[in-house]
């Protein structure tokens, strides 16, 4: 039976195709216009879904079925208005009818109007063939308003009641997930894996939660049954991969990853995570290697460009180093681990221009956590020339919190010393010391320019 539908229907669009080619007209009943609409609407071939509807129209102008598909079509096109004038006209003589509801529902969504939606939708009655679709429109109308209480019940009475559907599972998850509660969406992915065991979506999504709460053990049990149920299931592996490095297993990640690759080549993600694994072994030239796969693949992987950079700056090779950084600042120019690398770079081989100019690209990118200061600083101290940017850096840190001013203090202290006014220097430092004692020594360790706790004490005893 299922054949000869497939037979029916890939005859209809045969015969649709080669009319219009023709130019010949040919005969076609409903059933068949109605299959020709919905697989152009489908594919998303609105010319020729459109072409199929009016000679329906033309043919049937009175047929429920086809004058449906059209303020399906209308909705699809964001045509409200004409959608809407088709949709009331009918609606007044079949006020009961669930498609025309349903498509009601869809104009008052669009519109904005979802609890309007939502009220009319719930006058289907659970007896009705649509009432299925309805359920899950509810739901997403729901989504919309953020009511993601009202939503999740309403997905879980679908999974409840009917077949599973992957789109609502995900859907019921990401209610869960808009909750903030791991442990209640665990409980209830343990409860519908029990009725539905073989659903590998569920047990993916469960390894995922387990992973979430760093229970690693239990996340690899839920990946191993969702590679059960599917042994294709690519994000299972990966998923899988990324418990094995945190488990720091790192060989048996790799292997997760090359399995990755074997389903789904070329994976950039998989051949990205198997060259990161090789540069936390050490095995330096195959994670080159693999980055370079990488980015064959995703020539725009800013991370896989960074990690070369990063390797070949730890092998002195600046120039390589700095040819690759280059190529992840173009995908990413706001990432300030990008910029303070090729600071880095650019001391190495002394070229203070790029230096200054990386350093002010960093200055530029809002507010900059204590570590990306001390950075900078640092940066300053080693640049031979260094005023202009100094003074840049001493406004920046002008007007930081409260909460950060003894360690702001501690870096006005060695950025004023570098540039010779020690009574400011001095200043700076005392202050740091009566808003914060508990961290001289940590700066100290930072910057050697600091004087060792005891002389700066005889400093100030005098």
Known sequence: MKEEFQDFFSNSILKFESMLKTNKFLFFDVDEFESIIIYYLESGNVSLSNKAIKMALDQYPENLSISLLNIESLITQNKIDEAEKLVNRIFEIEKNNPEIIIQKSKIFSKRKNHIESINLLKTIEKDCEFYQDASIIIGKEYLFIDEFEKAKEKFIEYLNKYDVDYAVLNNLLFCFDSLGNTDNTINYLNEFLEKN??????????????????????????????????????????????????????????????????????????????????????????????????????????????????????????????????????????????????????????????????????????????????????????????????????????????????????????????????????????????????????????????????????????
């Open 197 to 462: 065991p073989y659903c590998e979506v569920g047990w993916h999504q469960l390894g995922k939660q387990y992973f979430n709460k760093n229970l690693y053990k239990e996340a690899l049990t839920a990946f191993d049954f969702a590679i059960i149920c599917d042994d294709s299931f690519v994000g299972a592996y990966l998923e899988m991969g990324k418990v094995l490095e945190k488990l720091n297993k790192i060989n048996q990640a790799i292997e997760q990853y090359k399995t990755v690759v074997e389903i789904d080549s070329p994976n950039p993600f998989a051949l990205h995570r198997i060259a990161c694994c090789h540069n936390k072994l050490g095995n330096l030239e195959i994670a080159k290697s693999f980055y370079n796969k990488t980015l064959i693949e995703d020539p725009v992987h800013d991370q896989a460009w960074m990690s070369l950079a990063t390797i070949y700056y730890k092998q002195n090779d600046f120039e390589q180093a700095k040819k690759n950084l280059i190529k992840a600042i173009e995908i990413d120019s706001e990432n300030i681990k990008y910029w303070e690398l090729f600071c880095k770079i650019c001391l190495n081989l002394n070229q203070f221009n790029e230096v200054e100019i990386s350093f002010k690209e960093i200055i530029s990118l809002g507010e900059l956590n204590l570590s990306t200061l001390i950075f900078l600083t640092k940066t300053i101290l080693e640049m031979p020339e260094n005023k202009l940017l100094s003074v840049e850096l001493l406004n920046k840190i002008e007007n930081y919190p409260e909460s950060l001013q003894g360690e702001i203090k501690y870096i006005s202290y060695a950025i004023n010393f570098s540039l010779g006014e020690i009574k400011k220097a001095n200043f700076c430092l005392k202050e740091a010391y009566n808003l914060n004692p508990a961290i001289y020594d940590y700066f100290r360790d930072i910057f050697p320019i600091i004087p060792q706790l005891h002389v700066f004490k005889n400093m100030n005893a005098n």
